[in-house]
Nanobody, 114 residues
């Protein structure tokens, strides 16, 4: 059974930084697609950052502030967030895809106070 477990969420003031981590129950290379999504209250879930086949993409709203990375040995997918804004407040989800099968973590709350 594939499991994804996020950690590292919390509360921070605007302008601060947080680092999220997603522990994967399988090798990072076993996933075709790896990403972080977020969902703010009353809004749809949206892509934050993705790493697929060596290509990294970011939502326009987080470019130059967030960085996605992977630790192969530790089987983790990380998201370092800097220059946080109030509008970054959301539940952040780790996502992985193997073929047609999609996997989600339970999410971790990030709250940014202005």
């Amino acid at each position: 059974q594939v499991r994804l477990l996020e950690s590292g969420g919390g509360s921070v003031q605007a302008g601060g930084s947080l680092a999220l981590s997603c522990a994967l129950s399988a090798s990072i290379f076993s996933f075709d697609d790896r990403a972080w999504y977020r969902q703010a209250p009353g809004k749809q879930r949206e892509l934050v950052a993705r790493t697929t086949g060596g290509v990294v993409t970011y939502a326009d709203s987080v470019k130059a502030r967030f960085e996605i990375s992977r630790e192969i040995a530790n089987k983790t997918l990380n998201l370092v967030m800097a220059g946080l804004k109030f509008e970054d407040t959301a539940v952040y989800y780790c996502y992985g895809r193997r073929g047609r099968n999609e996997y989600w973590g339970r999410g971790t709350q990030v709250t940014v106070s202005s």
